[in-house]
C-alpha cells in the first residue's frame, strides 16, 4: 500500500514521505518511518496471535 502511495497518490503517508524528502524535512521522512515500521510491528504481533490461537491444535514447532 504504501510503495503505491509513493508512486502515484496525493494523499497519504507514502506521499508524506515523499514530500518531506523533496522539500528536504528530515524530520518529517523519519516521523513517517517510524509510523510505518509501527504499524507493521502492530500487525505482526496480531497476525501472530491470530495464527497461534486459529492453530492451538497443531504441536508447538520445536
Given at each position: ?42 500487525l505482526d504481533q ?14 508447538a514447532p520445536t
Amino acid at each position: 500500500m504504501v510503495a503505491v502511495e509513493l508512486m502515484a497518490s496525493s494523499e497519504g503517508i507514502g506521499f508524506l514521505m515523499v514530500m518531506g524528502r523533496q522539500l528536504f524535512q528530515l524530520d518529517v521522512v523519519l516521523a513517517t518511518i517510524v509510523v510505518i515500521g509501527s504499524v507493521g510491528l502492530v500487525l505482526d504481533q496480531v497476525l501472530r496471535f491470530t495464527e497461534r490461537s486459529m492453530t492451538r491444535w497443531q504441536p508447538a514447532p520445536t
